[in-house]
């Protein structure tokens, strides 16, 4: 193989992270750069999301997922920023040498920086504790939708679907719209995953039942999916067996969760969170790797792509940073109650920072509060909050090198 | 009177809403942070409106398909026969992002928009 390709910034992924990120970075005079991407076109999934919703926030418009990836890729090409389309990163070093493989061969990279912009996959039926056969008929929602969007086939007639975050909420609306006929939705929660607005114009407009504490337990069917047996489950989520019951379907989709891709940032020794599944950062969004950056959905599964776009701009900045030389040391740990994760989990001092994070249940006057030694560093009032929507809480410069810890309760019930 | 609840879904704070109706016609709104809720109510409990996304067949394109939306959102009960009528077009490629494929939808008022671009793929006739 030939020597290693010399560049200060090496994107993996050409999602609206990598996307966002490499716009960010050319604005601030950083030439020497170039995104990788897998799929034959760059714009990640925004791809196949062709329903409207994206760009509230950045655009103040309700654009498509195509239409909002333009707004990123038609100035990377004016640009002319390097992309390579049809290109999928194989191997990632400690030392940031990049392994890519195209049509073109295998090409090896040597970045300054390295950013990790490789977006999430979606939990499979493998996950999911579901007694018989594995017939045909199964998909995740999100395959689902490619089948629909991009390739016009249409994955069944008679549908259940498990699970209610918003790609399932999705994709019941526009499978019914498709013709097909959506029996129900089955979350194991007691509250929906997906955004209300979602639940709305998603399933309340098309008469789609949402049986909340519900599960699927058991496939049935030879060669394709014949039928499936629901339950209703415990406060613990355990499926009580007499509430079974059996429902015809030839297709059941999956809508359970995203997991954030990081084979390749394993291979590079990059330290994992156990609960967001993606790299520890710290406030600069650095990895335990030195120079290997991390935004977007590798790092955090994230609702809206505006969000996406935010924190690698933001990211871009500290890459430029990096480069003039290193970023302060972050000793200072953060940690959460009443919510999942927080997003970075190390800071610094002297430097202010924004925390992001979900609460663990949907609640009305959400108090957000960050605390350092017993002394509240800064205190927020959320009018509502969900887990399907994250939450983010500016903190100021600490002076102390003391863990950090980020609380969540409501008004009424003060966090135990 | 009849009271009525739902959620504002205009912005992330989802105030939930307590409505009071005389008829077809919204008399008060409660729960709502600011003004633009009791609007939202109005609307969603007398017309609600929505935009439609969907994809239309093409016709010696690249892609099978090109995704569309409309170019304002229309009464929800005319969805379905807005969605019927889309499923009835075929265009010709090429078509390009932001090209408007139907002038006035069903009467609407309303343009349909391609919200993709599907290059024209050229056959070999030999
Ligand atoms: C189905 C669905 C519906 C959504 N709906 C909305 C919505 O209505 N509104 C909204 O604002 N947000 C929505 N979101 C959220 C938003 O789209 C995502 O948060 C956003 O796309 C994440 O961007 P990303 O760049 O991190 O990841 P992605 O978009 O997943 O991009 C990652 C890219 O990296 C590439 N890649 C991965 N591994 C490699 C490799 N080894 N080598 C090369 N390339 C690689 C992938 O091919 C992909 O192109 C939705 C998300 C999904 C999944
Ligand atoms: S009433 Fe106002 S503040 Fe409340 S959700 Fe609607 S738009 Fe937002």
Redesign the pocket.
């Given at each position: 193989m030939n020597e290693p390709i010399m560049k200060d910034v090496v994107i993996?992924?050409?999602?609206?992270?990598?996307?966002a990120a490499a716009l960010a970075l050319h604005e601030q005079g950083v030439r020497d750069l170039v995104i990788?991407?897998?799929?034959p076109e760059?714009?990640?999934?925004?791809?196949?999301?062709i329903?409207?919703?994206?760009?509230?926030t950045r655009f103040h418009e309700a654009l498509t997922?195509p239409e909002?990836a333009k707004r990123f890729l038609d100035p990377v090409r004016a640009e002319g920023i390097e992309l390579h389309t049809g290109?999928?990163?194989?191997g990632l070093t400690d030392q940031r040498v990049v392994t890519?493989v195209s049509r073109r061969g295998l090409t090896q990279y040597q970045a300054r920086a390295v950013i990790l912009?490789?977006?999430?996959r979606?939990r499979a039926a493998g996950a999911l504790p579901m007694y018989g056969a594995r017939p045909a008929g199964v998909f995740t929602?999100?395959v689902a939708?490619a089948y629909v969007n991009l390739c016009n086939n249409m994955v069944g007639r008679e549908i259940v679907i498990l699970g209610s975050g918003?790609?399932g909420l999705?994709m019941a609306r526009r499978l019914t719209l498709e013709g097909a006929h959506v029996l129900g939705v089955y979350e194991i929660l007691p509250h929906p995953s997906g955004l209300p607005r979602n639940v709305t114009q998603c399933l309340d407009d098309f008469h789609i039942p949402l049986h909340l504490s519900h599960t699927v337990t058991e496939l049935h069917g030879a060669a394709r999916l014949e039928a499936v047996t629901v339950c209703a489950v415990d406060d613990q989520r355990c499926p009580l067996p007499e509430t079974a019951r059996r429902i015809p379907c030839d297709t059941l989709i999956l809508s359970v969760g995203?997991i954030p891709?990081n084979?390749?940032s394993r291979m590079a020794g990059v330290q994992l969170d156990s609960q967001t599944g993606g790299p520890v950062v710290d406030q600069f969004l650095q990895t335990t790797v030195p120079g290997i950056f991390a935004?977007?959905?590798?790092?955090h599964?994230?609702?809206?792509?505006?969000?996406?776009s935010a924190e690698?701009e933001f990211l871009a900045e500290q890459v430029v940073r990096y480069l003039a030389g290193p970023l302060p040391p972050c000793p200072i740990a953060v940690t959460g109650r009443g919510c999942g994760h927080v997003v970075p989990q190390q800071l610094c001092r002297g430097e202010a920072a924004v925390l992001s994070f979900r609460p663990a249940a949907p609640r009305r006057h959400l108090v957000v509060e960050a605390v350092q030694d017993g002394q509240t560093l800064c205190r927020r009032t959320i009018p509502y909050a969900t887990p399907a929507q994250m939450v983010h809480l500016p903190i100021p410069d600490l002076a102390d090198g003391s863990p950090v810890e980020v609380c969540c309760y409501d008004d009424e019930n003060p966090a135990v | 009177m009849m009271t009525k609840t739902l959620l504002c879904s205009l912005c992330p704070n989802c105030c939930a809403l307590t409505v009071t109706m005389e008829g077809d016609a919204v008399t008060g709104c409660t729960g709502n942070l600011c003004t633009q809720g009791a609007d939202f109510a109005r609307q969603e409990l007398t017309m609600p409106l929505r935009n439609v996304t969907t994809s239309v067949a093409v016709s010696g394109g690249l892609y099978p398909l090109c995704s569309v939306r409309l170019s304002a959102p229309i009464p929800l009960s005319r969805l379905t026969e807005a969605v019927d009528l889309l499923h009835g077009l075929t265009v010709t490629a090429p078509v390009a992002m932001g090209q408007v494929l139907l002038e006035d939808l069903l009467g609407l008022g309303v343009q349909v928009l391609s919200t993709r671009s599907v290059p024209a793929i050229h056959f070999c006739k030999d």
């Open positions: 993996l992924g050409g999602g609206p992270a990598g996307l990788l991407e897998r799929e760059a714009g990640g999934i925004l791809r196949q999301c329903h409207d919703g994206f760009g509230l997922g909002y290109t999928t990163v194989t890519a912009a490789m977006g999430c979606e929602a999100g939708q918003d790609i999705i995203l891709e084979e390749l935004a977007g959905n590798v790092l599964v994230h609702d809206v792509a505006d969000d996406v690698a | -």
